[in-house]
């Protein structure tokens, strides 16, 4: 009994320096992947004569969020000191019709595609699935003919319409193949009922599907909203998004370089995509483990 007690003991310790062991290497991992982004945070609280004079890694002596204000109202972009704010608001008119229309049409490019079947289903998905994989540098040329034909050139509405088209063969995808899941003989009864095809997108379909709109606008606002090719490509001045504005800042110096000023932008910049998944994080392994990488 002594000697089953001493092995048990043995065990138990063996498994708690394992877990230590692991635990201790993802906190290491961890904040090997943190750094940068603490130092973006610090950064952006100091001065520039807290920035001189310590390391990259030293905390602020001074707290100020003046790199903050400065950044959102005043720091210059190109020939323009109006700071990131319009071009916030400009993504956000962005990102948010474009993530809305292009997860609608998604869902019911994958509703019809597994529910209603038709000769040439398989074909359509499979040029779908080939457009998900061409890369976004052999696009702009069609693009920006197309946008210039329907006068949408430099303009946020172009941007809708180029994130909508781009992003419709991700989207068809991720419901296509959640939805291969879904029993078919939901969509059978309801036939038999009399149900129409949107009335069994809207009332039997959509409902069913939370956890995969969850992941796909996720995916989607994530996509458009850290896009730069599309938004320096077809956009210009003040319809610009708030990347390329980004990058137009840092880029701007104006006598003293104020380092601070950048990362407190590019924090800002980066927002929204970090509150989402704060946010939905769960939401999107939860969709993920329910289906939405199935097929």
Known sequence: MTELSIHGGANTASARLGRLAIYGALAIFAAFYLMPLAVMVMTSLKDLDDIRTNSLLALPERLTTFAWSHAWNEACIGTECTGLAPYFVNSLVMAIPAVAISTFLGALNGYALTKW??????LIFGLLLFGSFIPFQVVILPMAQTLGF???????AGLVLVHTAYGINFTTLFFRNYYVSLPDDLVRAATIDGAGFFTVFWRIVLPLSPSIIVVTVI?????????????????????????VALNNLVNTTTGVKMYNVDMAAALIAAAPTLLVYVVAGRYFIRGLTAGAVKG
Request: proline share 3%.
């Open 219 to 243: 995916w989607q606002f994530t996509q458009i909203w850290n896009d730069f090719l599309f938004g320096a490509s077809f956009t210009s001045g003040g319809s610009q998004p708030v990347t």
């Open 150 to 156: 329907m006068g949408l050139s430099s303009s946020v």
């Open 117 to 122: 079947r038709f000769r040439g289903a398989n």
